[in-house]
């Protein structure tokens, strides 16, 4: 099992700035694909940046310029720094996993992993 926890959501007003962080723990080997989603309410769950296995960063054409996203290796961390928030950036916050787990110490499993989400609200 690979469990996400993140934190670092909030309330606030708009051009300010929020910092994300998700980390991981469990029987992992490696975290190959990491990435963070958002939901607002009556919307779907968009991708909003991932970044892969050797720091290759995508982000949606919505965020680029404002949201960096990053990690730590060797915390199991990851980060979304979001910088000059619009209201419409009000959403639940999600991080993503993806990559090899150990399974009773016999065999690599794919895990796919989700945080349990943040609130992220941004004022007029």
């Known amino acids: 099992q690979v469990q996400l926890v993140e934190s670092g959501g909030g309330l606030v007003q708009a051009g300010g700035s929020l910092r994300l962080s998700c980390a991981a723990s469990?029987?992992?080997?490696?975290?190959?694909?990491m990435g963070w989603y958002r939901q607002a309410p009556g919307k779907q769950r968009d991708m909003v940046a991932t970044?892969?296995?050797?720091?290759?960063?995508n982000y949606a054409d919505s965020v680029k310029g404002r949201f960096t996203i990053s990690r730590d290796n060797a915390k199991n961390t990851m980060y979304l720094q979001m910088n000059g928030l619009k209201p419409e950036d009000t959403a639940v916050y999600y991080c993503?996993?993806?990559?090899?787990?150990?399974?009773?110490?016999?065999?690599?499993?794919?895990?796919?992993?989700w945080g349990q989400g943040t609130q992220v609200t941004v004022s007029s």
């Open positions: 970044i892969g296995g050797g720091s290759k960063t």
């Open positions: 469990g029987s992992i080997f490696s975290i190959d694909t």
């Open positions: 993503n996993f993806r990559g090899l787990r150990v399974a009773n110490g016999l065999e690599f499993l794919e895990y796919d992993s």
